[in-house]
């Protein structure tokens, strides 16, 4: 495997556990799954929708998004926005966040 090979199969470990947080923090307008797809892509997190729909449905099963279909529209779809405990996770996970970029800032530093 190439360095290049190698380094996009870590980026995509690295980037697997900050979907959760980007959808946390894009919800809290109702988006559909497909709008939530291309926000993402353009903010540089790029997600395949067969990982962004389920994860989706598991975020509304553990109480952290709510959904509701909107009808109105020729084309049926179901919109999500983040629960009230859904932002006291994302806060929790922001701090977290934080912690981790400044302590891994501070090892790639004294590594250097």
Excluded: H
């Excluded at 919800?27 to 797809?37: R, S």
């Amino acid at each position: 495997m190439s360095t290049e090979e190698l380094i996009l199969s870590q980026a995509q470990e690295l980037r697997r556990g900050t979907v959760v947080l980007a959808c946390l923090a894009l919800l809290d307008e109702p988006q559909y799954g497909y709008a939530l797809l291309e926000t993402l892509s353009d903010a540089g997190v790029t997600v395949d929708g067969n990982t962004l729909y389920p994860l989706l449905r598991r975020l509304e099963k553990q109480g952290l998004l709510t959904s509701e279909w909107n009808t109105d529209e020729s084309r049926p779809r179901k919109f999500y926005r983040v629960s009230p405990e859904g932002f006291r996770v994302r806060a929790g996970l922001v701090r977290e966040w934080q912690d981790l970029v400044s302590s891994i800032s501070r090892l790639t530093k004294e590594n250097r």
